[in-house]
């Protein structure tokens, strides 16, 4: 039995209870908060919810803890923190700051002799283990990524702080022909533009300057202005009824030549269909943590990431059952 | 640089050349024939061709053996014999057969002190692995495997050991409804039947009793009688002008539930387009070749599969640049 903790509790971390609940061999023993822990409820019954100054009192009970936190200013402080007690895994996904972060945790890791993972989910995660295997067995040719159709929550939460705005939701989206050139073979260079547009549905205040508005979503750079993007105005029961969920999804492609004239043409596509980002991330996060504690029994320590992972150590199974099953 | 030899030499032997003349990192050593080694032309200039009983007095200058032979006869009792002189990497693909085949390298390997994979290609292979990944991620689901459109060597050979039978090419075609029904998450029970079906073309003898050929094909038992087999006859310059290749690919997919209350479906896609299948095989070969000489470098010895390769040994990229540019 693998002992599991979650520090930090939200949409992720109820992932991260469900995924627990599908693996018998994993099992949650404590959930750490730094919000009250009277006012947090969790989903699995008889597990503590417990102050997050109660952690470090905990390792001894703990193999694995899963660090659920924002990117952008949680997780750059705690993993590393945290890697001084316990054997961490994290989803950090700002793709630039990897390397830094990388380097905070593995030096923290190190020194404590703890092993840590670090970017575990789809993007980075899968879709970062995909394109690693189709470049290294396609080495001339093209890697394409397509995001969606789903929602960006980054992109929701811009929307929502322009003026006037009461709720934003905003869907990427792949462009059809662009995504079927790829998948041809045809490795077409592409801009942002031709790649993927961005739908917003949005709630307004009474008596906003809905044109004011569209104004400022479309032109914010980083965010808006590199796409063509279309903006509806819904209602509040609209928003609730039509876009309470989290989908999301896309492809990783490369299209790559082999023979010894190049002659041949071969593709492949790693796709995902998702009614849930954080419930998928969440179970990317359960099967990393299952091998992070079989890495560390054998002596790893260290920063790792799912590139370091020989596939059979995330499988429950056995090797006699791989080989009979699964090869 | 890594040194590679090939034994056996044939269409997967040509594709394994022209992998290595991919990979500045990997570099041909000599090419082992059983028939006269001045009858076989290869591709690579300046490489030695030298009969297969000088192969052991070369080990010093090899860190892979690349087996090359046929999962029937050949494998089985190739690899283990040379996992006495070599690390040695080959693609048998009799699925029902891998326990055994393992078990018989890998007590070569252990005594001789070498590390030995044996299934690699894609399927098995890459297709293996995803759904090692599928299924570890996603716990209570369905996995579906389809191949083609592709050629499948195997049903050719099975027609053109019929009489009258001249030229045989069968190619396997998923069904597209049962394709798109699992692609949107629904799960079906398939029949052998529903899932796909099978195309021969035949070139006949002249006067061959051509109704008598197709009842022949069509109820084959094993190969046809469970398949809707549609037969068409052509002729040798057809065959010639629109089968000489050996295109291929197929989807592994996964669908699974998440969510407390199994209120999510999350689906997995891996796919290939393959417009070569012995070319795509040898570029896995030579990626896990790299693999192999890394492992056996660190004190890996015996039989391991690609699911004992965490995916970062397949890479000619070091840690740096995976973390910058790939994750």
Redesign the interface.
Known sequence: MTRLAIFGYGNLS??V???I???PDLELAAVFTRRDPARVQI?TPGVPVLPAEAAASKKEEIDVLIVCGGSATDLPRLTPALARDFNVIDSFDT?AS??AH?AAVDQAARESGHIAFI?VGWD?G?F??????A??????GSDYTFWGRGVSQGHSDAVRRIPGVLDARQYTIPVPEALERV?R?ENPQLTTREKHTRLCYVVAEDGADKAAIERAIVTMPNYFSDYDTTVEFISQEEMARDHAGLPHGGSVIRSGV???DK??????????????NP??T???LA?CA?AAARMRARGVTGCQ????????D???LGR?A???H??
Chains 1, 2 share one sequence.
């Open positions: 109820r992932g209870e469900c995924a609940r599908q693996n989903l793709h990897i390397p990388f970017s980075p899968l970062s283990v995909n394109r690693l295997y470049s290294a067995v396609l080495p001339e998948r073979g082999t023979g010894w002659e041949c043409r071969e593709t492949i596509e790693y796709k995902l269909t998702l009614d849930s419930q998928f969440a179970s990317v099967a299952r990431t799912i590139f370091d992972i020989a596939p059979a995330l499988s429950p006699e791989l080989l009979a699964m090869l």
